[in-house]
Nanobody
């Protein structure tokens, strides 16, 4: 019933850009928070960014501040993550996840629904 689908990943050179998308269905989109997470094989998943769809508030971890921008498009039930000035250490599978609002951040336990992930690879 609830589904999150990520897209937009790919292979880019260091310094390049990508825009990831997360289409949310089965939820009242306007009442959700959507977070972005990433994971490298063999390492723990880490939070990246989050947005409150209701008021537009955003959160970014220090490593991506100034480079990544999260936004929402309520008409399309879609959240985007704009990745700029990509670095090799940004290489990971990127996941989006949704919660029913509340505290805005990247605590995984807050998020109930998860997408399947999209691969971002940044060549040095």
């Amino acid at each position: 019933e609830v589904q999150l689908v990520e897209s937009g990943g790919g292979l880019v050179q260091a310094g390049g850009s990508l825009r990831l998308s997360c289409v949310v269905s089965g939820l009242t989109f306007a009442e959700t928070n959507v977070g972005w997470f990433r994971q490298v094989p063999g390492k723990e998943r880490e939070g990246v960014s989050a947005i409150s769809v209701s008021d537009g508030s955003t959160f970014n971890v220090d490593s991506v501040k100034g480079r990544f921008t999260v936004s929402s498009d309520s008409a399309k039930n879609t959240v985007h993550l704009q990745l700029n000035n990509l670095k090799p250490e940004d290489t990971a599978v990127y996941y989006c996840a949704a919660s029913d609002g509340g505290w805005l951040g990247v605590d995984e336990e807050v998020y109930t629904y998860w997408g399947q992930g999209t691969q971002v690879t940044v060549a040095s």
